[in-house]
């Protein structure tokens, strides 16, 4: 069993920039595909950027590529989402996950290839 968990979150002015991350325990990540989501209110819940267990590759959704980065660190077992230039909508909840397996679609955007989810942690960017 993977335990994921989300920290980082909270209210920041549009512009401004926040890091989120996303701490394992229970099993090293180094093997995972791992991945942020989002949901905002009324909404489903939304990829937002992807990073192959090797580094090697990242995936992002449209309205995030040049202001979002994904990055992990193998040392600490964790899951970074650099988040700058923020917009109102950016705000929700962000979710991190993590899949034990090869994903079977490529970009790994479906929420059906992950297998483990952390709690969420909430973003608000004001306007």
């Known amino acids: 069993q993977v335990q994921l968990v989300e920290s980082g979150g909270g209210l920041v002015q549009a512009g401004g920039s926040l890091r989120l991350s996303c701490a394992a325990s229970?099993?090293?990540?180094?093997?995972?595909?791992t991945a942020w989501f989002r949901q905002a209110p009324g909404k489903e819940r939304e990829f937002v950027a992807a990073?192959?267990?090797?580094?090697?590759?990242?995936y992002y959704t449209d309205s995030v590529k040049g202001r979002f980065t994904i990055a992990r660190e193998h040392a600490k077992n964790t899951l970074y989402l650099q988040m700058n230039s923020l917009k109102p909508e950016d705000t929700a909840v962000y979710y991190c996950?993590?899949?034990?397996?090869?994903?079977?679609?490529?970009?790994?955007?479906?929420?059906?290839?992950?297998?483990?989810w952390g709690q969420g942690t909430q973003v608000t960017v004001s306007s």
């Open positions: 990073i192959s267990w090797s580094s090697s590759n990242t």
């Open positions: 229970g099993r090293t990540l180094r093997t995972f595909h």
């Open positions: 996950a993590g899949a034990s397996g090869s994903p079977s679609y490529y970009p790994p955007t479906r929420e059906s290839t992950y297998d483990y």
